[in-house]
């Protein structure tokens, strides 16, 4: 009962969410698609962000790091079956150059990742480790041409 009623919900509040994610897209004058990319991004990562977190905070390192990895995964995996059910055509052929790159982005920034994790490497002298440093630089590198590439 509960999963249907928020299922219900869902269903309900979505084209409400998506008209007020274009009105703040056009009142912060980006264009809808990196808007829709931006605001997507978020408020679909919050899920993976507070099951990661409880699970560094337990010491699952492993179930963290699974957790985003394969969400993303999966994310990018089920384009290629929406694009037989969309219809003629490819469905990302018509989308803005700006989600593109970002797509593009993505799958990078999952590349990096997993090479990260497997990539063994010998303890450093850094707090930081060069690679999560390395895939900040690339995110915003990745932001920064999407959005130059949107329109207003």
């Known amino acids: 009962m509960g999963f249907g009623g928020s299922?219900?919900?869902?269903?309900?509040?979505?084209?409400?969410?998506?008209?007020?994610?274009?009105?703040?897209?056009?009142?912060?004058?980006i264009s809808h698609g990196f808007g829709g990319m931006l605001f997507l991004a978020i408020t679909t990562s919050l899920p993976e962000a507070a099951v990661s977190y409880?699970?560094?905070?337990?010491?699952?390192?492993?179930?963290?790091?699974?957790?985003?990895?394969?969400?993303?995964?999966?994310?990018m995996a089920v384009l290629v079956p929406l694009d037989f059910v969309e219809g003629p055509g490819s469905?990302?052929?018509?989308?803005?150059?700006?989600l593109a790159v970002g797509g593009l982005f993505a799958v990078l920034?999952?590349?990096?990742?997993?090479?990260d994790v497997m990539n063994k490497a010998e303890r450093r002298?850094?707090?930081?480790?060069?690679?999560?440093?390395?895939?900040?630089?690339?995110?915003l590198a990745g932001l920064y041409a999407a959005y130059s590439l949107s329109g207003p």
């Open 109 to 115: 920034l999952t590349a990096l990742a997993m090479l």
């Open 54 to 75: 409880g699970s560094v905070r337990a010491g699952a390192y492993n179930l963290a790091v699974g957790n985003l990895l394969g969400s993303n995964c999966f994310n």
């Open 7 to 29: 299922a219900l919900i869902i269903l309900i509040a979505a084209p409400f969410l998506a008209a007020s994610a274009a009105e703040l897209a056009d009142s912060l004058g």
């Open 125 to 139: 002298i850094w707090i930081l480790e060069p690679g999560p440093g390395f895939m900040i630089l690339t995110y």
């Open 91 to 98: 469905m990302l052929a018509g989308v803005e150059s700006a």
